[in-house]
């Protein structure tokens, strides 16, 4: 039988695992938009250097690529569940002080 305790553990294991997966899919786009763009540069370069197509998968690519960012970074860590979690507890118990001394 599972005890509170343990079955919390596992929801903590399977969230930050569940992160881990997310910030590795990022990496890996990160590191293919690197080596990508520059190979379609050359190829751009070497082919006929007149009309710079390489630009609309750079910038098209590169905004899938902050959004990515913005996923793994900004909704599920800095400005997270934990933060808005952390946050509210700090205003409950400051409301709490407040009334104390009233």
């Not at 786009?29 to 006929?48: A, D, E, G, H, Q």
Request: one cysteine or more; hydrophobic letters at 40%.
């Amino acid at each position: 039988m599972k005890t509170p305790s343990n079955n919390n553990f596992e929801d903590k294991y399977i969230k930050a695992r569940k992160q881990v997966e997310e910030l590795k899919g990022f990496y890996y786009n990160l590191i293919s938009y690197c080596l990508v763009i520059p190979f379609l540069i050359f190829i751009n370069y070497r082919t006929y250097w007149g009309f710079h197509w390489f630009w609309f998968p750079m910038i098209g690519w590169g905004m899938g690529l902050a959004f990515h960012a913005y996923h793994v970074f900004v909704n599920n860590g800095i400005f997270g569940k934990k933060w808005e979690e952390r946050k509210i507890e700090q205003f409950m118990r400051e409301e709490e002080e407040q009334k104390h001394w009233q």
